[in-house]
Nanobody
Framework: QVQLVESGGGSVQPGESLRLSCRVS????????MAWYRQAPGQRDLVAGI???????????STDYADSVKGRFIISRDGVTAYLQMNSLKPEDTGVYYC???????????WGQGTQVTVSS
């Protein structure tokens, strides 16, 4: 059974930093994409994503970000763990952050349990 375990959330003041982690456990049929979403009323908005691209023997990754976090957040991945480095945090970054995984085989979609981030003075 595939599980995504998130950690690193907390309460900080504006301008401070946090680093979220998302570790994948269980048998995964290849990782195509991992991403972080923030829960808003009635929807989950994409914060950042990192996608794997394989062409023959070459592989590369690409990242994408919501406009609101460009230049402040950095998404990365090391094996089965994805990270979200959040710098210069603002009160509007507050929310529950969810990790998402899409597999290569079958495009299976998995979600973590969420981790709370609160930015307040």
């Amino acid at each position: 059974q595939v599980q995504l375990v998130e950690s690193g959330g907390g309460s900080v003041q504006p301008g401070e930093s946090l680093r979220l982690s998302c570790r994948v456990s269980g048998q995964v049929l290849g990782i195509s994409r991992m991403a972080w979403y923030r829960q808003a009323p009635g929807q989950r908005d994409l914060v950042a994503g990192i996608s794997s691209e394989v062409a023959g023997i070459r592989s590369a990754s690409s990242t994408d970000y919501a406009d609101s976090v460009k230049g402040r957040f950095i998404i990365s991945r090391d094996g089965v763990t994805a990270y979200l480095q959040m710098n210069s945090l603002k009160p509007e970054d507050t929310g529950v952050y969810y990790c998402n995984l899409i597999t290569i085989i079958g495009s299976q979609n998995f979600w973590g349990q969420g981790t709370q981030v609160t930015v307040s003075s």
